[in-house]
T-cell receptor
Framework: QKEVEQDPGPLSVPEGAIVSLNCTYS??????FMWYRQYSRKGPELLMY????GNKEDGRFTAQVDKSSKYISLFIRDSQPSDSATYLC????????????FGTGTRLTIIP | GAGVSQSPRYKVAKRGQDVALRCDPI?????LFWYQQALGQGPEFLTY????????KSGLPSDRFFAERPEGSVSTLKIQRTQQEDSAVYLC?????????????????FGAGSRLTVL
């Protein structure tokens, strides 16, 4: 079993819809949680990061962490075709440690 | 430069050949990471440098993989006697001093990767 599980999709939704992306994990040592967006043939780019449990909002994006359930989510409101990409969750146990454990990524397509 | 630069972007090798992949991190970035991303998978950690010191190489899959960063800037990932299972995208990432994370600085900036295909 992988330390981080993520539904690979693909996920297709109409423009303007709310998108929910999720990951579960098994290592209770993970403290820092990140979401990366990866366009085709590009490197991942950081969207959001959170520490421990709670919510964090940045524009149309909201990240949620529930450490008791070992479950993290990324919500995208008012989805746009430009949001079409692969979304990767990532996490690490130590403060400032960028040795990340990634999920497999969810491929998202926003249909105009 | 403005971002992390990797070369070559695409490399085709015959099984058994040696390959070298280069990474130019963002100027001044102390930390440098190599990740391997197989098709349809997330990146997996290979190795980590802080300046010229290789602090963690626990992710290197075999002794055929070797990485160096002799002057604390450019890094090279070398794969000897390539095998088909080495086919993947090799991603390089850099970041500022880890303490910068305290100030909410960006964690890792990735390059576009080097796509290796072993025939």
């Amino acid at each position: 079993q992988k330390e981080v599980e993520q539904d690979p999709g693909p996920l297709s939704v109409p423009e303007g819809a709310i998108v929910s992306l999720n990951c579960t994990y098994s290592n209770s040592a993970f403290q820092y949680f990140m979401w990366y967006r990866q366009y085709s043939r590009k490197g991942p780019e950081l969207l959001m990061y959170t520490y421990s449990s709670g919510n964090k909002e940045d524009g149309r994006f909201t990240a949620q962490v529930d450490k008791s359930s070992k479950y993290i989510s990324l919500f995208i409101r008012d989805s746009q075709p430009s949001d079409s990409a692969t979304y990767l969750c990532a996490m690490s146990p130590n403060f400032g440690n960028e040795k990340l454990t990634f999920g497999t990524g969810t491929r998202l397509t926003i249909i105009p | 430069g403005a971002g992390v630069s990797q070369s070559p972007r695409y490399k085709v090798a015959k099984r058994g050949q040696d390959v070298a992949l280069r990474c130019d991190p963002i100027s001044g970035h102390v930390s440098l990471f190599w990740y391997q991303q197989a098709l349809g998978q997330g990146p997996e950690f290979l190795t980590y440098f802080q300046n010229e010191a290789q602090l963690d190489k626990s992710g290197l899959p075999s002794d055929r993989f070797f990485a160096e960063r002799p002057e604390g800037s450019v890094s090279t990932l070398k794969i000897q006697r390539t095998q088909q299972e080495d086919s993947a995208v090799y991603l390089c990432a850099s970041s500022t001093d880890p303490k910068a994370f305290l100030a909410g600085a960006n964690v890792l900036t990735f390059g576009a990767g080097s796509r290796l295909t072993v025939l």
